[in-house]
């Protein structure tokens, strides 16, 4: 008797048209020695007899078989299917899914290869009602190389994240000798199952392949909370199975992998149930606390440690039954980014509410809802995303509804005396025609923690739906508070819109498309509205478009709607602007005189090409100056100019026409600079690190990502250098001639060489205006602490974190000092309130160089300030903690920061406060290592740099 290689296990309930689709991808497949067994788990439909049909189709290579009775599970079949496989392997589908077409064969040959018992490959999660055929892979980090696993215990995260049993090839005699069953009568059966496979596995093996496509249709939320109280069930089974792996676990001694699985478990089992929360009655969550919290006392608290800070809060608060506080917590857990608490403020921190900070676990409380470090307090409000919690809504059944509404202020940000104003806008989820409307809200007024709210919107007469594309309209809240525009999406909250009626509508592709305009929820919990057919020839017109859009002519005719969507959105992609700025922009006339200036991708207006800018204003020279700007909104630019957004049409198009581009890192890699346009680099700071040509990781990206590299920096027509230091590294780095580089300093020291001279000359030190707006007392010295960014191997920028107790320097030295803190552009800062006042967060100030004149002294790591502030000829101190990681990492240095440092290197947070303390000293012992620093980097700043260009290229008056 033949034994094939893999028998494939397709189990089928009730889905009788897709199973046939199932089974032909495992006739398919380019191994040929495989069977499938189908185990029917006895359907009500036809299932059974498409199976048998199957089996009479393909004799020898399908076999159908029915369960007497239904499990209600994926376990029962599954198990039997085991039994009456006959291959070597056995592998299972579901009868929804299918297998991708080289499954078995890579799946078989890295069993045979490495002996294993058990190999798993990628799952893809393929969105079936996604219009764009969106995809995910499963955890695709497990599966980045292929690697042989000798036991478990060598990759916890395997048995963690990758819970499925449908991504895998097992050797059956394994599994029989094992007794390894699904199993019965219980949800999650899945994770019981791998997790017994993985321990019991002599050897796993994974593979970089896609193997299993898991089709999902995400469907819709339901109305209203009655018909979901039986999910408690669920959680019934999630928290049995849980309690089953975790005796497994603890059977076998694998306690890392038990800390790990915890983590998981707050991360994304309890995550799944707490997102309904909000929607769901008092009943529920009272019997969803008592199990979640049983389960919760066995979790490891090392596994607190790596879940987000609003996972830990969830759980915490779960565990106290704080419904008030929880619910709004879960609700900003499931939207992204949404601050859904008015926050509490303690002892100069921030938390997530005041209740339990003061109660018998205070130290406990106090460290998990802790939020200062998220700076909900210091974040513009127009950068928050507020929660907006429906809390009434009532409709005359006719066409009008009424709804009330609660926003959260955040520390009453939004002021009692504040001037309130807010709309409701209906906007389409998919924009075609008119996209909103909207509706002055009546109401509007301050409730301490919350901004209270109703409006009454006259829908049936006022929104106009085209009736097809846009069925979807969300609601949003527009509030504009003193001088702050907020728009926030309106929640459902605990409001249960069962009752609600579905509103008359008139669409203006007629009433005989649809007619009606019902409120639901979205998978996010947010109020929408969603457009139905009610009235009988609504209903008629509906279901002819319905079958209309089966047919072949339909079909022509949504191939071509899809490819027109295409080119419309495919006009908007990175690969489509640049094809048309070499094919069409490229080809018209350059404006003489025009300047395009761009300073840290559009992030700023600051640094050279400001100074360039202003030099050119203030001598009157004949040019148009465009800013390039990123962001929503550009904030800080000069008025008189015209200002294009990176990347835009405009901005593409200002390149491609401009006389001049002047920036300071590096226009877009994939424009080419056409022949009369001039390209001035400022670049942004002398070279501690390595750079270009002289990376490592430059010289493995190969030739063709070399070339690229070397095309882009062949643009610059001129480089600016503030020392031959700068030549031997900066110019060699990026293989510049000699003949391209300009000896003239930098632009933006102009104005701290000026301020040393007046300094100088007078014996006094002006501080200016910019202390006054900071704040800062006059009898305080001010310290500059500007670290750079950090990142890692494969260049990704890592998060700052202070690398020192900002509190305790405020307390030990905040009677002396003023420090203000200027995180490189790349990252971001959270203060703690406690330190108002003596600490001030100066990184939203676009130019550090007012902020470098008024400092009296420098903390600095290795950022390229120290050059620039060597200029001052004032106190520099180097915390330098993690020096022999930065200067022997991937990149290097190009000298050795320790002997040439001007000013003290300390390596820990004890060292520098103690440096700080002897300031004054370190001031007079460093004087002659700050001079031989200034000559060494520093030779060219006169402090006429942007006059030399301005006359050199604009105005002629120069060399």
């Known amino acids: 008797m033949h034994v094939p290689d893999v028998s494939v296990v397709v189990i089928v309930y009730n889905d009788a048209e897709r199973l046939p689709t199932a089974v032909r991808s495992v006739l398919d497949q380019t191994l040929h020695s495989v069977e499938v067994v189908i185990v029917d788990d006895c359907s009500k439909d036809r299932s059974y007899a498409v199976a048998q049909e199957l089996e009479s189709a393909h004799p020898g290579r399908v076999r159908a078989f029915q369960l007497p009775e239904n499990s209600g599970g994926c376990g029962a079949p599954r198990n039997h299917g085991i039994q009456q496989a006959t291959g070597t392997y056995v592998m299972f589908l579901d009868s929804d899914d299918v297998l991708e077409r080289n499954a078995c064969r890579n799946m078989l040959d890295a069993a045979e290869r490495t002996g294993s018992d058990l190999v798993a490959g990628m799952c893809v999660r393929v969105h079936l009602d996604n219009r764009w055929g969106k ?12 690697r ?8 916890p995260d395997l048995l963690v994240y990758d819970t499925l049993s449908t991504n895998k090839c097992y050797r059956r005699a394994f599994l029989l000798e094992q007794g390894l069953e699904f199993p019965v009568g219980i949800h999650y059966e899945d994770l019981l199952f791998s997790a017994q496979a993985y321990v019991a596995a002599r050897r796993i093996t994974l593979i970089p392949n896609h193997v299993y496509f898991w089709n999902v249709v995400e469907k819709a939320a339901a109305l209203s909370i009655s018909n979901r109280r039986h999910e408690i069930a669920n959680f019934v089974h999630r928290m049995e199975i849980h309690r089953r792996v975790d005796a497994l676990l603890a059977e076998k001694g694998h306690t890392d992998i038990k800390s790990a699985k915890d983590a998981k478990f707050l991360k994304h089992d309890l995550v799944l149930h707490l997102r309904d929360l909000p929607l769901l009655s008092d009943e529920y969550r009272q019997e969803f606390a008592r199990l979640a919290n049983g389960y919760l006392a066995g979790i490891d608290p090392a596994a607190y440690e790596n879940v987000t800070y609003l996972q830990a809060i969830c759980a915490y608060l779960l565990g106290k039954e704080d419904w008030d506080n929880l619910l709004p917590a879960a609700d900003a857990m499931t939207n992204k980014g949404r601050l859904t608490s008015p926050l509490a403020e303690r002892d100069g921190r921030v938390y997530w509410c005041a209740q339990h900070i003061d109660g018998p676990d205070g130290d406990e409380a106090r460290r998990i809802l802790d939020v200062t470090e998220q700076a909900f307090h210091t974040t513009p409000l127009t950068s928050l995303t507020l929660g907006n919690r429906l809390t009434s809504y009532e409709d005359d059944g006719r066409g009008t509804v009424t709804m009330s509404g609660s926003v959260v202020n955040p520390l009453g940000r939004i002021p009692a005396d504040a001037d309130l104003k807010a709309t409701l806008e209906f906007r389409a989820r998919r924009q075609i025609g008119v996209r909103s409307f909207s509706f002055p809200v009546e109401t509007v007024r301050h409730a301490g923690d919350t901004i209270e709210w109703t409006g009454t919107a006259d829908v049936a007469s006022t929104v106009r739906p085209l009736g097809i594309i846009d069925a979807v309209w969300d ?28 509103l008359r509508v008139r669409p203006r592709l007629t009433r005989l498309v649809s007619d009606r305009f019902g409120p639901q929820m979205t998978k996010k919990g947010n109020l929408s509205y969603v457009l139905s057919a009610e009235g009988a020839a609504a209903v008629r017109t509906q279901s002819l478009i319905n079958n209309a859009i089966q047919g072949k002519a339909a079909g022509v005719v949504k191939r071509g709607l899809r490819k027109a969507l295409r080119t419309r959105r495919n006009m908007g992609s990175g690969e489509q602007k640049v094809k048309i700025y070499h094919e069409v922009f490229s080809k018209l006339p350059i404006k003489k005189g025009t300047v395009v200036f761009e300073s840290h991708m559009g992030k700023q207006y600051s640094d050279s090409p400001k100074a360039i800018y202003e030099e050119l204003v203030r001598q009157g020279a004949p040019f148009e100056a465009v800013w390039s700007y990123a962001g929503a909104r550009p904030t800080g630019f000069p008025k008189e100019a015209t200002l294009v957004k990176r990347w835009s049409w405009q901005y593409l198009r200002a390149l491609a026409q401009a006389e001049y581009w002047v920036d300071n890192q ?12 001039t390209y001035i680099q400022t670049w942004h700071g002398s070279a501690l690190k390595r750079m270009g040509f002289h990376e490592p990781r430059t010289k493995a990206q190969g030739r063709a990502g070399q070339a690229r590299f070397q095309a882009a920096v062949d643009r610059f027509d001129h480089f600016l250098i503030r020392s031959e230091h ?10 510049l001639r000699d003949e391209v580089l300009l000896r003239t300093g930098y632009p933006r020291n102009d104005a701290l060489v000026e301020a040393h001279r007046t300094e100088s000359h007078s014996g006094e030190r002006v501080r200016g205006p910019l202390a006054g707006e900071l704040g800062i007392d006059p009898d305080k010295k ?12 494969d260049g990704a920028v890592e998060g700052f974190a202070f690398p020192f107790d900002v509190e305790e320097f405020a307390d030990r030295l905040g009677d002396r000092f003023t420090l203000l803190v200027r995180t490189h552009y790349l990252n971001s800062v959270s203060l703690p309130p406690s330190v108002e006042g003596r600490v001030i967060d100066v990184s939203r100030h676009h130019d550090i160089t007012p902020l470098l004149a008024l400092a009296d002294g420098l903390i600095t790591d290795y950022s390229s300030v120290m050059f620039d502030y060597a200029v001052l000829d004032r106190p520099m101190l180097f915390f330098a903690y993690d020096y022999e990681k930065y200067a022997t990492d991937i990149r290097g240095t190009y000298f050795d920061l320790k002997e040439k440092a001007p000013g003290p290197v300390v390596a820990t947070a004890d060292e520098l406060l103690q440096a700080l303390a002897a300031f004054e000293e370190a001031d007079v012992k460093y ?14 700043d006169r402090g006429d740099a942007a006059r030399q260009i301005v006359e050199k290229f604009f105005t002629r008056s120069g060399k």
């Open 135 to 146: 995809t995910t892979e499963w955890y695709p980090w497990i599966y980045s190389r292929t």
């Open 148 to 155: 042989t696993l000798e036991s478990i215990t060598e990759y």
């Open 782 to 793: 001010v310290l500059l602490y500007a670290p750079t960014f950090r990142a890692g191997a």
């Open 666 to 677: 590096g226009f877009p890699l994939a424009l080419a600079k056409r022949p009369g346009t």
């Open 726 to 735: 700068d030549t031997r590294t900066l110019a060699k780095g990026f293989r």
């Open 927 to 940: 004087a002659q290592a700050r001079q031989r620093f200034l000559a060494e980097f520093g030779e060219y």
């Open 475 to 502: 609601v949003r809240l527009k509030l504009t508070a003193g001088g702050e525009r907020l728009t926030t999406r309106v929640a459902i909250g605990g409001v249960d819109l069962e009752s609600a009626a579905r």
